[in-house]
């Protein structure tokens, strides 16, 4: 079971869906089968996006996240894949931090 939250080691399909790669993604949620994920990045721009939220390593909670440094989520990288891609659970995001990031998702989705 995954909850809402956690983070997870998987392998993540580019939105070309040519290719993948194994990288940290946020549970959104659980369906049956199924998990919502959205991509963590440790590739920083120099510009954050309004729909992105950087997880600072200096954070006292960086260390819950399992993620090795400073990161990015990208609420528009939501990905839906079968349970079975799932290769670890490496942390979970404070409660407070999970909010911000469902907010981003709200105003990404436009809903």
Known sequence: MYNSGEIVLITFPF??????????ALVISEKREDIVVIGIFSKISEVIEDSWLQIEKNQPWFAQT??????????EKIAVIHKSIVKKKIGKLPDE??????EKIRKTLNI
Not at 15 to 24: A, E, F, M, Q, V
Not at 66 to 75: A, F, H, N, P, R
């Open 15 to 24: 939105t070309n869906l040519t290719d993948s790669k194994i990288r940290p």
């Open 97 to 102: 931090i999970f909010g911000s990031v469902k």
């Open 66 to 75: 399992g993620l090795k440094k400073t990161s990015v989520i990208k609420t």
